[in-house]
């Protein structure tokens, strides 16, 4: 989308994205988690902004050649406008980089546009975990992606 900018998150940036985040899911991260999480030495965080107003994050864990989604959210009057995807899109070209060569994430069984955003960048469904989520009680679809294939002209075409 247009306009849009993708940059790194800010800890100044956490009141916003807190809000994002309580609005996005039944069981939120904290102030204090994403204050942790920003400081951790394994942490990869971004945001995408209009006009100077968050609307967008993705916070990922990358351990070595491996890489875990632990987080992606828009906010509700920015959704479908393709924003998760170019979050995805810049933190996969990212991981590229960063030489990450596996990479994978836990989506609740229910949240076929997820589901399919992550399909749509080639991650496959591996397993399921059952009752991982609560409030409600509900299955996780484990979903991977190997990026021994993926190119950058690829992730472009995404």
């Known amino acids: 989308m247009e306009g849009i900018i993708i940059r790194d998150m800010d800890p100044k940036d956490i009141p916003f ?35 100077g107003n968050i609307v967008g994050y993705i916070c990922i864990w990358i351990i070595g050649t491996d890489a875990h989604i632990l987080n992606l959210a828009v906010h509700r009057n920015w959704r479908r406008m393709g924003i998760a995807s170019s979050l995805l899109m810049e933190a996969m070209k990212d991981m590229l980089f960063k030489r990450v060569e596996f990479v994978d994430l836990e989506v609740r069984a229910s949240n076929m546009a997820a589901i399919r955003l992550y399909e ?30 993926i190119s950058d002209d690829e992730l472009l075409e995404t």
């Open 17 to 51: 994205v807190v809000e994002i985040e309580q609005d996005s899911f039944s069981m939120p991260w904290s102030r204090n988690a994403f204050y942790s999480d920003v400081y951790s030495p394994l942490s990869y965080h971004k945001v995408a902004t209009y006009m």
């Open 120 to 149: 749509k960048f080639g991650f496959k469904p591996v397993g399921i975990r059952k009752g991982y989520y609560e409030a409600p009680k509900e299955d996780a679809v484990i979903m991977e992606l190997s990026f021994e294939n």
